[in-house]
């Protein structure tokens, strides 16, 4: 049905994008026609391709990380059990935020070393806030009458979660998870500086040996599949929650 | 046992205030009992006592002969219909869900839940094809009301606990919803306990009413006996100084008229000159008001079973008639 549908034409989109990074010859073209033949603009260490795919799984394998630590947290913090921890985990996850993730980066190194982790470790601290705040918002928000009518018709705690909590607060944790996978998509492009891989490669390369095509294709590139993740959780939103 | 609902000297402390003080009350099986009383009495609070979202303070209450502080919370909720004035239908389920949501808790199968709710909302007036599938957002405060209430009724329960569940709807609205509430009660006979605010509403649906003031019980009597025996200045005020009109709208036409006996030619009868016995003497009291004299009493036939005027309204006739059997 509708849920169906979006995610055919959702997958549809993707595969598009993807294809229009495989197409090198075409950014080449597009990048010289912008930037001059001298320096070559394209970037030639790895194809658009490869980079994109190194991106996204950046990002989206610290998103999983947000979503396994991120979910759970904010559901524990609204019960009984959790209540003590709440401000305490509201305020950590802000401050995972307010530190900038180039600092988390260096300070990873001495831990992780170069690589990979220490860019996990970074995106992870900076996607869990919103992620984390949003699902408490929206678990705060279900309607107290809702709660009451629940409770008086024999709901218990776990029913309560489950059937009224969780679905009500649907809208604002699928806000949350978009916007953290967008700042995250956005962020990984940090990732060359402690030697991971990714769209940052050609930006920061770009800067260093002032190549601006290959700042504009990295930064472009982000652009599109940050623009997508966008649409793309947008449309779930919409679609999942057909009563809002 | 023919009490399904009993108060044996309850109390409930927030704190330092008491917010219900020695309440004694039987609530008889198969009853409407109406709560009324000025905001903050603890109406409320005594309702909610019943199907333990709170637990008293002091004394005992008995639900069907159950101790409530002895019962299953979750079990006891279950089995007992609920509704709120807010409604509290919940937005992300269609309507047929929202009715199936005590079901699905006792785990009925998919179709027995589909035909019970189908049901119930045929009875409340909503065609089951037309709202079942819609969400809450997509119906009038009004209709909302009547899912609430097929909602409470899903499971069967045999006590229901209604918490000013015509508060949120116009007057006209609350009037047609009061009336089919009265027809489905007679025809389903829960035991429940109904709060309002509006003494109207209390004296049209209500077989005993429970007046409150400051956490404890002032009067608690049938509404003929309440309007026509006030034990106190302060019922007196809050059943207001149309009392007597509205002992009138719970007595028939009927009850009051002059009988003749039947006779068999039926009569040609003009509108203006007659009224159904079944009417209330307080509709027969406007009718007489604006025809004067005397009107013809009629039976569902058509058939004259007497007469009624003006002076036959009377309170020395209604007490009259009230003490015979
Ligand atoms: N959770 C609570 N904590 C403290 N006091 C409370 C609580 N619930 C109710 N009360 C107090 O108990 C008293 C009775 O409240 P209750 O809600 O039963 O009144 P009510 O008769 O239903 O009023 P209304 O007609 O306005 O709904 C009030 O004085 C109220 O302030
Ligand atoms: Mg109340």
């Known amino acids: 049905m509708k849920l169906a549908r979006a995610l055919i034409k959702n997958a549809l989109l993707w595969a598009a994008l993807f294809g229009l990074f495989a197409w090198q010859d075409g950014w080449k073209i597009l990048l010289e026609t912008l930037m001059g033949r001298n320096p070559p603009p394209l970037f030639n260490r790895a194809t658009l391709l490869q980079l994109a795919l190194e991106h996204i799984s950046l990002a989206g394998l610290a998103m999983l990380g947000v979503l396994i630590v991120g979910l759970p947290l904010a559901v524990w913090v609204t019960r009984s059990t959790g209540k003590p921890f709440l ?39 900076y996607g869990l806030l919103p992620t984390v705040s949003s699902t408490l918002v929206g678990l705060s928000s279900v309607n107290e009458n809702a709660r009451d009518a629940a409770r008086g018709m024999g709901m218990n705690e776990g029913q309560m979660l489950v059937r009224l909590e969780l679905p009500l607060a649907l809208p604002a944790v699928l806000a949350g998870l978009r916007t953290s996978f967008v700042l995250l998509i956005a962020t990984a492009a940090l990732a060359p500086l402690v030697g991971a891989g990714g769209l940052g490669q050609p930006i920061i390369a770009g800067l260093s040996v002032n190549n601006l095509g290959y700042v504009l294709e990295g930064a472009v590139a982000v652009a599109l599949l940050a623009l997508l993740a966008d649409y793309t959780l947008r449309d779930l939103e919409r679609t999942i929650t057909p009563w809002a | 046992m023919t009490a399904a609902i009993e108060f044996q000297g309850v109390e409930k402390r927030y704190g330092t205030t ?75 389920m269609t309507i047929f869900e929202n009715v199936e949501v005590v079901p699905s808790l006792l785990n009925w199968d998919k179709l027995k839940k589909r035909s019970r709710a189908a049901e119930l909302l045929n009875m409340v ?23 609430g209430i097929a909602r409470a009724l899903a499971a069967d329960p045999q006590i229901l606990l209604m918490d000013e569940p015509f508060g949120a709807v116009d007057p006209i609205t609350r009037e047609r919803l009061q009336e089919e509430f009265l027809r489905i009660q007679r025809e389903i006979q829960k035991t429940i306990l109904f709060v309002t605010h ?12 429970c007046l409150m003031r400051d956490g404890k019980v002032e009067q608690y009597a049938t509404p003929e006996n309440l309007l026509a025996y006030p034990s106190s200045d302060f019922v007196r005020d809050f059943v207001g100084a149309d009392r007597e009109l509205k ?33 209330s003497a307080r509709d027969a009291l406007s009718r007489l008001l604006e025809a004067g004299g005397e009107l013809l009493v009629l039976d569902a036939q058509g058939g004259i079973i007497g007469t009624i005027s003006l002076n036959d309204l009377t309170v020395a006739n209604m007490d009259y008639r009230q003490r015979k059997p």
Not at chain 2, 252 to 277: N, Y
């Open chain 1, 87 to 125: 401000s305490l985990v509201s305020s950590l996850t802000a401050l995972g935020q307010t530190f900038p993730p180039v600092a988390v980066l260096f300070l990873a190194l001495p831990i992780f070393g170069f690589g990979s982790t220490s860019v996990y470790l970074a995106l992870f601290l």
């Open chain 2, 18 to 92: 008491l917010a219900l003080e020695n309440i004694t009350l039987e609530v008889p099986k198969g009853e409407l009992v109406v709560l009324i009383g000025p905001s903050g009495c603890g109406k409320s609070t005594l309702l909610r006592l019943v199907n333990r979202m709170i637990e008293p303070s002091g004394g005992k209450l008995l639900v069907e002969g159950q101790n409530v502080l002895e019962a299953d919370a979750v079990r006891l909720r279950r089995s007992i219909g609920y509704v709120i004035q807010s409604i509290g239908l919940f937005p992300h």
């Open chain 2, 125 to 147: 007036g909503l065609e089951p094809e037309k709202f079942g599938s819609r969400y809450p957002k997509q119906l009038s405060g009004g209709q909302q009301q009547r899912v």
């Open chain 2, 198 to 209: 509006d003494i109207d509403e209390a004296v049209k649906l209500a077989d005993r009413i």
């Open chain 2, 247 to 279: 002992r009138l709208g719970r007595v028939s036409v009927a009850s009051l008229m002059r009988p003749v006996a039947k006779v068999d030619i039926r009569f040609q009868t003009s509108e203006t000159a007659s009224v159904l016995g079944t009417l």
